[in-house]
């Protein structure tokens, strides 16, 4: 006898759909007794085999690769935390941006910090972005936890990235970088905040911000300052927009989508090794650590554990991004854009 179902395409290659294929020819598929729930028990075990491999080796969406090569991206607090306590974590998120960027060779366009996300106008070179964010999010993240006694992430897991293809978007995405500040009540015009790439477009000073591009598509510095001045409804990728989170309203779909599972009961009675897998695809779909506790019936600390598992090894600081005593007389924090 054998069975045979329907399964996805994107199932890898080297998988265990061959042992479902093995099962379903197995004397013991007759049941011995030819009892159901026999059949239905080793039917269930080779599902699980089949959609545990597949469910491990399901890929990361892609992000969109930019034909000019910058994007906007946003680098945000996990569960929207503030990320700066005080000017000395400004300050050294700035002294990491810059020797990062130096390592890297990226060209950074415009930044704003505000208190619980930072947004980045960025040009990579050297370095991907992956690699570029890994080595400011980890080190920041350490040297945050260590001023505040604290442990555990930081940053939300991925960046936010957008494509930005044109020189009119450009324009648009650098104005609302800029004007983060004042659109979030916290200065009454640009440039009164001093984290923000703005003076440097104004001074044509500073060790951070490359000014070269923008001040080329206008006939001089005061037409771009006046553009990045003005009053606009400007619509790009921004904190709420982007937010991933999810609402009460979609967890059950998603549950429901990733797990097959429709409750807490029935996602218990699968195999421990698919319920790892489905907890770490539901911890991806960016449902907190609670939501999956309480949709799945698991404990919330074996649910973190699993997902904490799921790090690839102990990510550690570069020791070339540590702040040293020398290095504070070099970042006046009024010359830092």
């Known amino acids: 006898m054998m069975v045979r179902y329907g399964f996805p395409d994107s199932f890898p290659k080297q998988s265990n759909i061959s042992k ?47 034909q000019s090569n910058i994007y906007h991206v946003m680098l945000r607090g ?33 930044f704003c910090l505000m208190s619980n996300h930072v947004h980045f106008l960025i040009e ?50 650098l ?21 923000s790439s703005y003076l440097a477009y104004e001074k044509g000073t500073g060790s951070v911000t490359d000014t ?17 001045g003005a009053a606009n409804n400007d619509c790009v990728m921004d904190e709420e927009s982007s937010d991933p989170r999810v609402r009460k309203a979609q967890e059950k779909e998603i549950m429901l989508r990733v797990t097959h599972c429709s409750s ?12 790892k897998a489905y907890i770490r695809e539901l911890h991806q779909a960016y449902l907190s650590s609670g939501q999956i506790a309480r949709l799945t019936g698991i404990p919330k600390t074996t649910v973190y554990r699993t997902v904490k598992e799921s790090d690839p090894g102990a990510e550690t600081e570069d020791p070339d991004l540590i ?11 009024f010359e830092i854009w």
């Open 124 to 173: 990579p070179a050297g370095e991907p972005l992956e690699t570029v964010f890994k080595r400011l999010g980890v080190s920041y993240a350490g040297w945050y936890n260590r001023k505040y006694q604290r442990t555990g992430h930081l940053f939300q897991d991925r960046f936010r990235s957008e494509a930005v293809e044109t020189d009119g978007y450009y324009l648009t995405v």
């Open 20 to 66: 479902l294929y093995l099962i379903s020819d197995m004397n013991l598929w007759n049941g011995g007794d030819g009892s159901p729930p026999f059949r239905i028990i080793y039917l269930q075990m080779a599902v699980s085999m089949v959609q545990s491999d597949w469910v491990m080796n399901v890929p990361r969406e892609a992000r969109k690769k930019s």
């Open 323 to 333: 702040l040293r005593e020398q290095d504070e007389s070099a970042y006046d924090p």
């Open 212 to 228: 070269a591009f923008a001040l080329r598509l206008f006939e001089s510095r005061t037409d771009l300052l006046e553009y990045l």
């Open 175 to 195: 104005r609302y970088i800029l004007q983060n500040p004042m659109k979030a009540g916290i200065e009454g015009r640009p440039g009164t905040y001093r984290w």
């Open 78 to 110: 996990i569960n929207r935390q503030v990320i700066f306590e005080d000017d000395e974590d400004r300050r050294f998120f700035l002294h990491l941006l810059r020797k990062i960027k130096a390592l890297s060779g990226f060209r950074l366009h415009a």
């Open 264 to 275: 807490a009961p029935e996602f218990q009675q699968l195999d421990k090794s698919l319920q």
